[in-house]
C-alpha cells in the first residue's frame, strides 16, 4: 500500500439563510464532499445535497459558546484532508467575511493541503437587499463598509468616529451586544442622531423580523423587542429609500413585508 492521498478542502459559502442564495457551485462542491464541517449559521437544508453516509460534524458557536476551538477546527480540517477526504468546509454567508476563512486558509496552506475558496452572499448585501435598501446610491451614499460590533477574543476597536465622518453606508457584523455604545461612538464622531438606520434578525429567512428607525430610536427598540442574534445593523440616508421606511419603529415580521 502506498501513501495516501491527500484530499483537499473547499471553504464554502452557504449564502445568508434563504436555501435558495447558495451558489451552483457549492451546491455541486457539496454533492461531492465526503466530510461536512458545518457552522451554526448555516441552513440545515443544504444537507439535502449532500450524498448519503457522508460525516457531517457541526462546529458553530452556540449562544456564542464555541462548541470547538478555532484550532480544534483547524486540525479537523488537516486531519480528514490527509487521510485522503474531500472536505466541505461550510460557512454561513461568505466565508471571507467575518467568518474566519482566512485562519482556516492559513493552516491548511501550512500543511500543503489544496485549498479552494466558494464565495458566498454576504449577509451584508443579502439582508439590506431583501429589505430593499439600497447600500449604495448615487445621491446619499458613494461608498459602504463592512465592519464587525464585536471585539471580543481581542480583536481591535474599530475606529467608529472615522466611519462616522466617512459618509459611508455602516453595515454591521455581530453587534448587537454593543449597539448602543456603538451608537454613542457614532454620534460623538459626528453621525447624526437621527440618521436612518435598520436591525434586522434572521434576514433572508421565514423569522425574518426588522425595525427601521433613526439611529438613536432604533437603539431603544432593539433592546424593547429583544432583538436576538443573528442581527445585522444597517445605518446611513439609504435606508430611507426602502419602502419600509413608512413603517419605521415599527417591528416587521417577514410575512407582513
Ligand atoms: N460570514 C458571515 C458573517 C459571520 S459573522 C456572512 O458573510 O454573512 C456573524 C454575523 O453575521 C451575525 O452576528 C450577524 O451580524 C450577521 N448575519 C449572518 N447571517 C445573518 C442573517 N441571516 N440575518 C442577520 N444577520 C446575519
Aim: net charge negative; proline share 5%; hydrophobic share 40%.
Amino acid at each position: 500500500m502506498g501513501e495516501p492521498v491527500t484530499g483537499e478542502v473547499f471553504l464554502i459559502g452557504a449564502g445568508p439563510g434563504d436555501i435558495e442564495l447558495i451558489t451552483l457551485k457549492a451546491v455541486r462542491v457539496l454533492k461531492q464532499a465526503d466530510v461536512i464541517l458545518l457552522d451554526n449559521l448555516v441552513n440545515r437544508d443544504i444537507l439535502n445535497y449532500v450524498r448519503e453516509g457522508v460525516t457531517v460534524i457541526q462546529v458553530g458557536k452556540r449562544g456564542g459558546k464555541a462548541s470547538c476551538s478555532q484550532e480544534e477546527i483547524n486540525t479537523l480540517l488537516v486531519q480528514h484532508a490527509k487521510s485522503g477526504k474531500t472536505v466541505a468546509r461550510v460557512k454561513g454567508g461568505d466565508p471571507f467575511v467575518f467568518g474566519r476563512g482566512g485562519e482556516e486558509m492559513e493552516a491548511l496552506a501550512a500543511e500543503g493541503i489544496k485549498v479552494t475558496v466558494i464565495p458566498g452572499i454576504t449577509s451584508g448585501t443579502a439582508v439590506p437587499g431583501a429589505l430593499q435598501i439600497p447600500l449604495t446610491h448615487r445621491h446619499l451614499a458613494q461608498s459602504v463598509v463592512f465592519v464587525t460590533g464585536s471585539t471580543r477574543e481581542g480583536g481591535k476597536e474599530p475606529n467608529w468616529a472615522a466611519l462616522a465622518s466617512s459618509e459611508s453606508t455602516i453595515v454591521i457584523y455581530m453587534g448587537l451586544t454593543h449597539i448602543g455604545t456603538i451608537a454613542e461612538k457614532l454620534i460623538a464622531g459626528g453621525l447624526r442622531d437621527d440618521t436612518p438606520s435598520a436591525a434586522v434578525q434572521n434576514g433572508t429567512l421565514p423569522q425574518e423580523v426588522a425595525l427601521l428607525g433613526p439611529l438613536t430610536e432604533l437603539v431603544k427598540d432593539v433592546e424593547l423587542h429583544h432583538l436576538e442574534s443573528p442581527t445585522i445593523f444597517i445605518i446611513g440616508e439609504v435606508v430611507k429609500t426602502s419602502p419600509l421606511w413608512t413603517r419605521r419603529r415599527e417591528l416587521i415580521k417577514k410575512e407582513s413585508s
